[in-house]
Every structure is written in C-alpha cells, then in structure tokens.
C-alpha cells in the first residue's frame, strides 16, 4: 500500500517535470518570437534592414497622352485595390497578385522625356514596401493602430502619386528607352537576387525619336526592328527572368486604334522574350 502511494506521488512528479519542460520550451519559443520580431528594423522604405524586400515590383507609368475619364477611373480604383492585395470579385482579371504582396518593394517609375535626357540615372518617383494588413496583426506583440496608420500612409503615397501622373500629358512616349534606363538603374539593380516582376499602365505605342511605331518605315513589325536596330542597345536590353503584366490603355483616335492590334502585342512578347523577361497576360482598362 506504501509503495503504491509513493509511485503516485512519483508519477505524479515526473508528469508535472514534463509539463514545467514543456512550458519552459513553450516561453522560450514566445520570447525568440517575441525578440525576432522587434529586433528587424526597417530601412527607410519599411524594407527589412536585415533580408530586404521579398521581392521587387516595378511599375511603370505611361503619361504621354491624356487618358479618358473611365480610364482613370479604372486605373485609380484598380491600384487601390491592387496595392492593398486585392482584385475586386466583379472584375476578376487576371492580375498577378503576388506582386504586391507582404515585403515587396513597389518602385513607380514614369516615361518622362525630360528625366531621360538627363545624364543620371532614372529614379522611382515613390518607392515602399507593402506593409503588413493590420487585420492580420498579433494582438500580443502588434500594434494594429500603427499597422494601420503604415498601410494607408503607403496606399495613400503611391495614389497621390498616380493622380498627379494622370493630370498631365507629355506627348512622346519613351517606352523602349525607359525599358532601358530602368534596367542599368541602381534602384532597379538594387535588388538584383530577389524575383522580379514588372507592371506596365500603358497604351504600349512607342513613339521617341529613335523609334516610332506611328512611322511607316519602323512601325510595330518586331522584324523590321530586330533589323533596324540590331547594333544597338535596343535589342540588348537584358530582364533576367523578370514577369512582365501590361494594364492596356486603347485609345480613341482611328491611327492609334489601327496600330492597336496583335501585330503590337507580338512586337512587346518578342521584345521581353529577347530579354530573358516572361511576359504575363495583359488586362484591358476600361474605357
């Protein structure tokens, strides 16, 4: 009887030991949690400082010609929707989502004539990483208000960016030549390890004074390009498996519309196929 009572009592030792072991593990593994998460600060893009971004997003904006009022409608209500990690479910195009997902660096670069005539090189007009949503927020080691606050301070920065683009119009549109200058940025170059992925708001009709596709000698023959410009960087242009999307403006006039065709889609696949980038599906914008 006295050696039973006395294996209970030692059973009952050992059980509470494990759970004491068990616990010590179990706060162990909080607190590195705990200590992991405050000790990653970000750099001056909300960025981590100790891994950099996930990922990098380039978006690049075509201002050379003034877009209709559904058009900027579209485009202003689909980045609001885009940079928060969402496609609207009445839309439901094919966006790649994962562009802007947690920890990705967004640039938004601009074809601006004036800045490519410059001897530096092109800069992002805005550039953040995408903050975490503060729904998802840790209640024990967050602060949902401040997760908060750095979401809409980030959506608010790239909106008010892309407004001011959409209330002018430049004329020339430099695709080819921004395709360039982006690709030997630092900021672009920054990142070289991580994936990559392109998006494009553009009505993809190139028009500089080195190449038009409005000019009956060049046009949007990939051909007559390879050939035209096969000695310089043009066809040079290297995207290291980078993923390409166009957010496609069509315009209204009946020369644009005529060059709008798939002779123009083919000329951009054979271009980004011919600098190791993976062009993706393109999505229409209203209007």
């Given at each position: 009887?006295?050696?039973?009572?006395r294996r209970?009592?030692?059973?009952?030792?050992?059980l509470?030991?494990?759970?004491?072991?068990?616990?010590?593990?179990?706060?162990?593994g909080v607190s590195?949690?705990?200590l992991?998460?405050?000790?990653?600060?970000?750099d001056?893009?909300?960025?981590?400082?100790k891994?950099g971004p996930?990922?990098?997003?380039?978006?690049?904006f075509?201002?050379s010609e003034?877009?209709?009022?559904?058009q900027?409608?579209?485009i202003?209500?689909?980045?609001?929707?885009?940079?928060?990690?969402?496609?609207?479910?009445?839309?439901d195009?094919?966006i790649?989502?994962?562009?802007?997902a947690v920890?990705?660096?967004?640039?938004?670069f601009v074809?601006?004539?004036?800045s490519?005539?410059l001897?530096?090189g092109?800069?992002p007009v805005?550039?953040l990483?995408?903050?975490k949503d503060?729904?998802d927020?840790n209640?024990?080691f967050e602060?949902p208000s401040f997760?908060?606050?750095?979401?809409?301070?980030?959506?608010?920065?790239f909106n008010?960016?892309i407004?001011s683009?959409l209330e002018?119009?430049?004329g020339?549109s430099?695709?080819?030549?921004?395709?360039i200058?982006?690709?030997?940025s630092?900021s672009f170059?920054m990142?070289?390890d991580k994936?990559?992925n392109?998006l494009i708001v553009?009505?993809?009709?190139?028009?500089s004074?080195?190449?038009s596709?409005y000019?009956?000698?060049?046009?949007?023959?990939?051909?007559?390009f390879e050939?035209?410009m096969?000695?310089t960087?043009y066809?040079?242009?290297r995207?290291?498996?980078?993923?390409?999307?166009?957010?496609?403006a069509?315009?209204?006039?009946?020369r644009?519309r005529?060059?709008q065709?798939r002779?123009?889609v083919e000329?951009w696949k054979?271009f980004f196929k011919?600098s190791n980038?993976?062009?993706g599906e393109?999505?229409?914008m209203?209007?």
């Amino acid at each position: 009887m006295i050696q039973s009572v006395r294996r209970r009592r030692k059973k009952r030792k050992d059980l509470l030991g494990i759970i004491g072991i068990i616990s010590i593990f179990a706060i162990g593994g909080v607190s590195f949690y705990f200590l992991n998460s405050i000790n990653d600060p970000l750099d001056n893009y909300g960025c981590s400082i100790k891994n950099g971004p996930n990922a990098v997003t380039t978006i690049i904006f075509d201002k050379s010609e003034t877009y209709t009022n559904d058009q900027v409608t579209d485009i202003k209500s689909s980045f609001n929707s885009w940079l928060s990690g969402n496609e609207p479910a009445t839309k439901d195009r094919p966006i790649n989502l994962e562009q802007f997902a947690v920890g990705n660096l967004i640039q938004l670069f601009v074809t601006d004539q004036d800045s490519l005539n410059l001897a530096e090189g092109l800069a992002p007009v805005a550039q953040l990483c995408v903050p975490k949503d503060f729904k998802d927020a840790n209640i024990y080691f967050e602060n949902p208000s401040f997760l908060e606050r750095r979401q809409n301070q980030f959506i608010s920065k790239f909106n008010n960016a892309i407004d001011s683009l959409l209330e002018e119009a430049e004329g020339k549109s430099p695709i080819l030549e921004t395709l360039i200058r982006i690709s030997n940025s630092e900021s672009f170059q920054m990142y070289s390890d991580k994936p990559r992925n392109m998006l494009i708001v553009s009505d993809m009709l190139q028009n500089s004074d080195k190449y038009s596709h409005y000019r009956t000698n060049q046009g949007p023959s990939w051909e007559v390009f390879e050939e035209k410009m096969s000695d310089t960087v043009y066809v040079n242009v290297r995207f290291n498996k980078l993923k390409v999307q166009v957010f496609y403006a069509t315009r209204q006039s009946e020369r644009d519309r005529k060059l709008q065709q798939r002779p123009l889609v083919e000329f951009w696949k054979n271009f980004f196929k011919n600098s190791n980038a993976e062009m993706g599906e393109w999505i229409r914008m209203d209007g």
